[in-house]
């Protein structure tokens, strides 16, 4: 599912920390290489130095909501 973001998508998706098992990650969580298709800018950031930017991927799936603590 491809989505159009104006935030960081990678702090919503599912795929931000990858699994062993596998279902879960993507070229950039698991290796930082940029995600085939994705929308991108690279930016400075006073704290990090250079990132990226990305407002739209097709490998974009919203992270599950969870329980409140405690579970």
């Given at each position: 599912?491809?989505?159009?973001?104006?935030?960081?998508?990678?702090?919503?998706?599912?795929?931000?920390?990858?699994?062993?098992?596998?279902?879960?990650?993507?070229?950039?969580?698991?290796?930082?290489?940029p995600?085939?298709?994705?929308?991108?800018?690279?930016?400075?950031?006073?704290?990090?130095g250079?990132t990226?930017?990305?407002?739209?991927?097709?490998?974009?799936?919203?992270?599950?909501?969870?329980?409140?603590?405690?579970?």
């Amino acid at each position: 599912m491809s989505v159009t973001n104006p935030q960081q998508l990678c702090w919503q998706c599912a795929h931000a920390v990858p699994t062993l098992d596998g279902r879960h990650g993507c070229e950039w969580s698991v290796d930082l290489r940029p995600v085939p298709g994705w929308t991108a800018e690279m930016v400075t950031k006073t704290s990090f130095g250079l990132t990226w930017s990305i407002t739209a991927c097709p490998k974009y799936m919203p992270e599950p909501q969870r329980k409140e603590w405690p579970y």
